[in-house]
Nanobody
């Protein structure tokens, strides 16, 4: 099993930026895609962005144009650059490998993003 460790969360004001990192213990190209998910208090966990092994990206409508997913293959790391943050972006953010649209591994601890108004 590949271990995934998220980092980079924190407290930021609305309109601010953050970059999240997801470090994998193995090659991220092993998987068809890598995804960033988030779970706000009392809500289900939703997919925010994904990047395929071929480098194609997809975004949830709520973050399109504000978030950007990228990767460093040599470092086995996936990033989520978040800009123009809104209070509704407040959530715990997780990364996971995907098989099709299905997350593969058990969820890690995630990283908390809090956006103040």
């Amino acid at each position: 099993q590949v271990r995934l460790v998220e980092s980079g969360g924190g407290l930021v004001q609305a309109g601010g930026t953050l970059r999240l990192s997801c470090a994998a213990s193995g090659s991220i190209l092993t998987f068809s895609a890598m995804g960033w998910y988030r779970q706000a208090p009392g809500k289900q966990r939703d997919l925010v962005a994904s990047i395929s092994s071929g480098g194609f990206t997809n975004y949830a409508d709520s973050v399109k144009g504000r978030f950007a997913i990228s990767r460093d293959i040599a470092k086995n790391t996936v990033y989520l650059q978040m800009s123009r943050l809104k209070p509704e972006d407040t959530a715990v953010y997780y990364c996971n490998a995907q098989a099709g649209a299905t997350p593969i591994f058990n969820w890690g601890k995630g990283t908390l993003v809090t956006v103040s108004s």
